[in-house]
C-alpha cells in the first residue's frame, strides 16, 4: 500500500515538473550553434567552454543566505508607485535637444539621440523569468504599450537575464520590420528561435562597432555573466553599450561591477552627455555583480559623464536591500562628489539639456546607508573614495 502511494506521488511529481517544464521551455531560449558557436568560440572571451570576465567573479555564498535573514521589511513598495504615463503623441515630437531619455523602471529606456530612437532591455512583462505565475512581479502595470512608442530603430539588448531578455516582450517585437536588433554574442540564438529574423540581428564582440544610420553603437566590456536556466551559465556575453552620436553620446551599462576597462571606455568613446549605470539590486555577497550606488556613481566619473541617470531600480525586487535605498544613496553620493544626478520617475522623459526639476516622488523608507553595508568589487584598481 505504502509502495503504491509513493509511486504514484513519484508520478504525480514528474508530471507536474513536465508541465512545469513545457511552460518554461520558450522562455528558457536556445543555445547557439554551427556558425554561431564557432564565431563565440574565437572570442578573446571565450575560455574553456564559456565567456568570462578579465576580473574574474568572486561570490561570497555564506554571506548570501545570511542576507536572507536581512531582507528589508521594504523591499517592494507598500503604496502604489508614483509613475507618469508617458503620451504617445508627446514621444512622436523629436526633442529640440535632440538627446531625450523616457524610462519605464529598471533598465528598460527608449533614448533619443541625434534623430535614432533606441530602445533598451525592454522588459514589458508581469514577472521577470520564464514562466507567467512565478518570478518577481513588476511594480506598476506597463506604462505604455509597446505598439505606442512610436517608430523604434533599434533595440539594445545587455544581456540574457530574465530582467533584462523578456522573451515575451521580444516575441511581440519580433514582427518589427525597421527595427535592428543589437546583443552580445550567442544572444541572437534566443532572438531568432522567438522569431526575430537574423537579417535583423547585430550580434557582436566587446569593441566591435555598428552603424546605425550616423550613429554608432559599440559593444564594450563590462563586469558580468548570463544564463537563463541551470545548464547555460556564461554561455552568451554580455555587454554595456556605447551611443555615439554626431553630436550626443549616451552609455548604457546593462549589469556590472566596477571593472577596470572603464577608462578605455572613456578614452575610446566619451566623454559621455548621459552615462546609465545600474544602480540596485547589490549585495555584498555578490559585488562583482552589481556596482551599487556609490561604484555606480565612481563609474560615472571614470567615464567622464557629465549627467548621470541612475537605472536596475524601480521596477522589480532582485536583493534584500530597500526598494528605494539605490536612488538614496546614489543620490547621496552624486552630492558628496557634485555629479549631476537625474531622478525621474517611472515613465517620466528626461531631457538632459533643458534644465529640469526632479520632484521627490519616492516615499521615505528605511533603508542602511553605505557604511552599514558597503559594496567593493574585487580585483579593481580603483575604488569609491571614502569620506
Ligand atoms: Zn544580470
Ligand atoms: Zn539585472
Avoid at 173 to 198: I, Q, R, S
Avoid at 234 to 253: C, E, I, M, N, Y
Avoid at 254 to 259: A, E, R, S, Y
Avoid at 283 to 312: M, N, S
Amino acid at each position: 500500500m505504502v509502495r503504491r502511494v509513493f509511486k504514484a506521488l513519484v508520478a504525480v511529481l514528474l508530471v507536474a515538473a513536465a508541465v512545469v517544464l513545457a511552460q518554461a521551455w520558450e522562455g528558457l531560449g536556445r543555445r547557439a550553434s554551427g556558425e554561431r558557436r564557432a564565431r563565440m568560440e574565437s572570442s578573446p572571451q571565450w575560455k574553456n567552454g564559456g565567456f568570462t570576465n578579465p576580473e574574474e567573479i568572486v561570490n561570497d555564498w555564506g554571506a548570501m543566505v545570511e542576507g536572507l535573514t536581512h531582507v528589508s521589511d521594504d523591499v517592494s513598495p507598500s503604496s502604489p508607485v508614483d509613475v507618469v504615463k508617458p503620451d504617445p503623441a508627446e514621444l512622436q515630437r523629436a526633442p529640440d535637444s535632440g538627446l531625450r531619455i523616457t524610462w519605464f523602471g529598471h533598465s528598460s529606456t527608449l533614448i533619443e539621440l541625434d534623430g535614432k530612437r533606441i530602445l533598451t532591455d525592454p522588459m514589458w512583462s508581469e514577472r521577470a523569468g520564464p514562466l507567467t505565475w512565478v518570478g518577481p512581479q513588476r511594480y506598476f502595470p506597463v506604462l505604455i504599450p509597446l505598439d505606442q512608442l512610436g517608430r523604434v530603430d533599434a533595440v539594445v539588448i545587455s544581456h540574457d537575464h530574465y530582467d533584462h531578455l523578456d522573451h515575451r516582450t521580444i516575441k511581440a517585437m519580433a514582427g518589427w520590420k525597421d527595427t535592428l536588433f543589437f546583443v552580445p554574442l550567442g544572444v541572437g540564438a534566443h532572438l531568432e528561435y522567438w522569431g526575430v529574423p537574423l537579417a535583423q540581428i547585430r550580434e557582436v564582440d566587446w569593441w566591435d562597432e555598428t552603424k546605425l544610420g550616423d550613429v554608432t553603437i559599440a559593444s564594450t566590456p563590462v563586469r558580468h555573466a548570463s544564463g537563463r536556466g541551470v545548464l547555460d551559465r556564461d554561455s552568451t556575453l554580455w555587454s554595456g553599450w556605447a551611443l555615439v552620436g554626431p553630436k550626443h553620446r549616451v552609455f548604457f551599462s546593462g549589469d556590472t561591477g566596477l571593472f577596470t576597462a572603464l577608462e578605455t571606455i572613456a578614452d575610446t568613446y566619451g566623454p559621455f552627455d548621459v552615462t546609465m549605470f545600474e544602480v540596485g539590486q547589490y549585495h555584498r555577497a555578490w559585488p562583482d555583480w552589481h556596482l551599487g550606488p556609490e561604484q555606480a556613481v565612481l563609474a560615472h566619473t571614470k567615464l567622464k559623464g557629465r549627467v548621470f541617470f541612475p537605472i536596475h531600480w524601480s521596477l522589480l525586487s532582485l536583493a534584500y536591500h530597500s526598494w528605494t535605498e539605490p536612488l538614496e544613496r546614489a543620490l547621496a553620493e552624486s552630492k558628496r562628489l557634485e555629479v549631476s544626478i537625474v531622478t525621474p520617475r517611472p515613465g517620466q522623459s528626461v531631457e538632459p539639456e533643458v534644465s529640469t526639476q526632479f520632484a521627490k516622488w519616492w516615499p521615505d523608507v528605511k533603508f542602511q546607508p553605505v557604511d552599514e553595508h558597503r559594496i567593493s568589487s574585487s580585483n579593481v584598481n580603483f575604488r569609491v573614495a571614502q569620506p
